[in-house]
């Protein structure tokens, strides 16, 4: 029985797993939509803007380490894609991306809202398909799904023309991949393996940095079970948070520019650094000819071009982190570094920068520690990018994977709103809060429609300084204070969210935070609270740019406190 390709392509989503999609209809999709009903199965989300579609599939897919889905029409619904797109792909997030086309017979004419978004996108997608054929539709969803999910996940984008949903053709089930060419190194090469075990067994002062491909890996666990065996401190990336306990007695927390001091001084005294599923961006490095200056470099990671294309390594380990560990782990022996461990204890002793400045100033940084403490550290907390997405960083402890949902290697504002929103649909049963500034909520906050009509209960701290507030910092610490293009007028936050009939509350004093927390928990639906934060806090420590790791600067002294220094075992 033939069926047509948007019904081909609705069974084919479906066979795939896909319960969700974040889409925005048009002209070319109609004769999908037209179908969708006929399909129960998948639940369509409608957002307010393509952007946020692809960052709802993002934040779908890192919560659930599923494939996220989004579907946009064509010219400027494929182009409002884009930034999503480019997110996914520099932070290794799996996801389908599925965009409208002009019929066949217009394409190359310049027909109303034709784009080449495959060209478009070419350098931000591991794969794209134009869909010229509905009879190979199937085959191209399975394909593209499978190269999404497998190796190093990425963007897979689908173009398919107005026609080809409407043309008929047979539903051939693929039974498998075959992709000439495309191959996933697992296990790691055992003479390297046996190499790297040696450095570790001699080191006197090893180092792990961990990084998202530890998350992707699902290899937490044996990150564990690896440094504990070895007695070797860890350390991790932005988007490596989570990966291994904060809690822990060898995590010494993020690395680089707003990273702790302690873990920026352990990476410029070790002598042995064991990069794992990381790819030493400059943001973790610093100044590069400084980096790591007494050490030799061990390299985990399943894309062999990271390997060696920022920092030379000496041991490269091509492999998926999991299985290397667990191998890895069979060759160390059981060690006890003391003194090497003493010696970090000192740096976090000196360099405390958990503590909080005293004082009735509403602080960001209070604010997150408050979330953490009411949600016992079991949330999801999503952000925006700017100050409060390094505040969230520091000052939430995360003791789980999938649990820091942020942008890291393209830094995308308004990332934190949409991203949240697909976290909580991927995990309805866990507590989502988005951390977002009041700069980086704007760029998409017309997704407050989108939480509202689909009962979508995430929780929003605004930290609304009237700044764009890491531009701000960076012309208060190194442009005199030439504040050019950064105070920010805001409208009423809370009034904005009543006009789209969601609940809300202003908090301008520190006795009001716990409350108004409480609240938002309390309710059942989504809710936003709009903190008046201090407007010319900043994020300590820094590393300022083109400056090695050890040249941080940190919190004046006298305004510091030891409210709350969270306790280490």
Not at 162 to 186: C, H, M, N, W
Not at 317 to 340: F, T
Request: proline share 7%.
């Amino acid at each position: 029985m033939k069926k047509t390709g948007a019904q081909i392509l609705c069974e084919s989503l479906i066979a795939e797993g896909v319960d969700v999609m974040f889409g925005f209809p048009g002209g070319v999709l109609l004769p999908f939509y037209d179908t969708l009903p006929q399909y129960p199965q998948i639940r369509h989300i409608l957002v307010r803007h393509e952007q946020g579609a692809a960052h709802a599939a993002d934040g779908y897919a890192r919560a659930t380490g599923k494939v996220g889905v989004c579907m946009a029409t064509s010219g400027p619904g494929a182009t409002n894609l884009v930034t999503g797109i480019a997110n996914a792909y520099l932070d290794s997030v799996p996801m389908v991306a599925i965009t409208g086309q002009v019929v066949r017979e217009q394409i190359g004419k310049d027909a109303f809202q034709e784009i080449d978004i495959t060209g478009i996108t070419l350098p931000i997608t591991k794969h794209s398909y134009v869909a010229m054929d509905t009879a190979h539709l199937a085959k191209i969803v399975h394909e593209a799904f499978y190269i999404a999910r497998t190796g190093r996940p990425g963007p897979v984008l689908i173009d398919i023309p107005k026609d080809v949903f409407t043309d008929q053709a047979e539903l051939t089930v693929p039974s498998r991949v075959e992709l000439p060419g495309y191959k996933i190194p697992s296990q790691g090469h055992p003479a390297q393996l046996k190499n790297a075990a040696k450095l570790i067994n001699e080191a006197k002062k090893p180092l792990i940095i961990a990084g998202r491909g530890v998350i992707i890996s699902g290899a937490s666990s044996a990150l564990r079970e690896f440094a504990e065996k070895a007695q070797v401190p860890v350390i991790t990336t932005l988007l490596g948070i989570g990966c291994f306990p904060e809690n822990h007695a060898l995590s010494y927390g993020m690395a680089g520019m707003h990273g702790t001091g302690y873990a920026n001084k352990a990476m410029e005294s070790c002598d042995l650094l064991i990069a794992i599923g990381m790819r030493f961006d400059d943001r973790v490095t610093g100044k590069i000819s400084a980096f790591a200056p007494h050490a030799k470099i061990i390299h985990i990671d399943l894309d062999p071009a990271e390997i060696g294309k920022n920092v030379p390594v000496d041991i490269p380990i091509v492999g998926d982190v999991k299985p290397v560990l667990i191998s890895l782990q069979k060759l160390v022996e059981n060690n006890s570094r003391i003194s090497w461990l003493r010696q970090l204890d000192e740096w976090r002793q000196q360099h405390p920068m958990l503590d909080i400045k005293d004082g009735d100033k509403l602080l960001p940084q209070r604010i997150i520690r408050e979330i953490y403490e009411a949600t016992n550290g079991d949330a999801i907390v999503v952000t925006g990018v700017g100050q409060h997405q390094m505040w969230a960083a520091q000052h939430y402890f995360f003791d789980k994977p999938d649990t820091f949902i942020s942008s890291g290697g393209l830094g995308t504002m308004g990332f934190g709103l949409p991203a949240a929103m697909g976290a909580k649909v991927g995990k309805p049963d866990k507590t989502v809060w988005c951390i977002d500034g009041d700069g980086s909520i704007q760029m998409t906050i017309q997704e407050l429609a989108t939480l509202v009509q689909d009962d979508i209960a995430v929780k929003i701290a605004i930290m609304n300084n009237g700044y764009l507030g890491m531009v701000r910092q960076w012309q208060d610490l190194f442009y005199k204070k030439n504040y050019v293009a950064t105070p920010l007028s805001c409208p009423d936050f809370v009034k904005i969210a009543e006009a789209y009939c969601m609940a809300g509350i202003t908090v301008t004093k520190r006795e009001e935070v716990r409350p108004a927390i409480d609240k938002a928990m309390a309710h059942e639906g989504p809710f936003l609270v709009n903190f008046m934060v201090e407007p010319e806090e900043n994020v300590y420590p820094m590393v300022p740019p083109g400056e090695s790791n050890v040249n941080f600067l940190e919190q004046p002294k006298k305004e510091v406190s030891a409210w709350q220094r969270r306790s280490t075992p």
